[in-house]
């Protein structure tokens, strides 16, 4: 079965720093789709970035990017120059293509300080 | 105009009770979602519909019942609620179930005191 994993529960970034956070899955499938969504207070669920395993590029938006290594299973999304708005519960996600859920990672809460 | 909206967005109820929530999709789209998101803010699906039909059933009580008067239109009914369904709960769509990018709706905060 798959799983996705995110051992990061809090993480902290200046304002105007860089962050990365990790993801890991678990998937025997060789096509599929990893995400990353972000929860700000407002419980709304944004999708920030969205990557194809058949894609060796990594995806890119704006000041949102990842990592992303298929032989290892990781999924990093590096969010650079953070703002205060950037503070947010963001999952990490894969999509099952058999129904097309999503199965979610735990979460990671990142604060940014001022 | 919201993309997927959900009614009510709070719903506090005693145990026992009878509840639904109602969702809707202005995006033409085919499939729709019911996810659970627990008080460790763990994100779960429930449901999945595909035209009116179920295409995914996660393992839920029977107690909750999704409903889709039509292919806009996804319902969850929930019947004699208890404590532990106390979470917040959205409803999403896509274009298809194959489809890459799914819109969420503001979700619906149940507490069951």
């Known amino acids: 079965a798959q799983t996705v994993t995110q051992s990061q529960p809090e993480m902290s970034v200046q304002e105007a720093e860089t962050v990365t956070l990790s993801c890991t899955y678990d998937?025997?499938?060789?096509?599929?789709?990893l995400f990353w969504y972000k929860q700000p207070p407002s419980r709304q669920m944004i999708l920030v970035i969205r990557?194809?395993?058949?894609?060796?590029q990594n995806a890119t938006e704006n000041r949102f990017s990842v990592n992303f290594q298929k032989a290892a299973k990781s999924f990093s999304l590096k969010i650079s120059d953070s703002q205060l708005g950037d503070a947010a519960m963001y999952f990490c996600?894969?999509?099952?293509?058999?129904?097309?859920?999503?199965?979610f990672g735990q979460g990671t809460e990142l604060s940014v300080k001022p | 105009d919201t993309a997927v909206s959900q009614t009510p967005k709070y719903l506090v109820t005693q145990m026992g009770n009878d509840k639904s929530i109602k969702c809707e999709q202005n995006l033409g789209h085919d499939t729709m979602y019911w996810y659970k998101q627990d008080s460790k803010k763990f994100l779960k699906i429930m449901f999945s519909?595909?035209?009116?039909?179920?295409?995914i059933n996660e393992t839920v009580p029977n107690r909750f019942s999704p409903k889709s008067p039509d292919k806009a239109h996804l319902n969850l009914h929930i019947n004699s609620l208890e404590l532990g369904d106390s979470a917040v709960y959205f409803c999403?769509?896509?274009?298809?179930?194959?489809?890459?990018?799914?819109?969420f709706g503001q979700g619906t905060r149940l507490t069951v005191v």
């Open positions: 998937t025997s499938e060789s096509d599929y789709y």
């Open positions: 519909y595909n035209n009116k039909e179920l295409i």
């Open positions: 990557q194809e395993a058949y894609k060796q």
């Open positions: 999403a769509s896509s274009q298809d179930s194959t489809n890459t990018e799914a819109f």
């Open positions: 996600a894969y999509l099952y293509n058999q129904g097309g859920k999503l199965i």
